[in-house]
């Protein structure tokens, strides 16, 4: 599986400077954050994601991704409904892909 990259907008709060990136690759999903003086890296490998909910108001949905392993649940806002699913569908399908094996 290729690697995916999605940001979001830079319209919602919070992301006018420095918006937000979601990267799903084949082993883990990652949040990155920056402001001004610091970079903040989450980071959950796909077998250990229990539930991905999504929250989709009229332009934009917030993305809410919880680990088997408890804690923070990684949290992004702002982006589109469509990379939203996307991020659903490529989580879920690499699970569905690992169970196979």
Known sequence: MATETFQASRWTQGNRLFPTWIEVTDTAVTRRKRSWFTRNEMSIHLMRVASVRIDTGVLWSDIFIESTGGGDP???????????RRIKELIEQAQTRHLAT
């Open 74 to 84: 990684l949290v992004s806002h702002g982006h589109t409904k469509a990379d939203a």
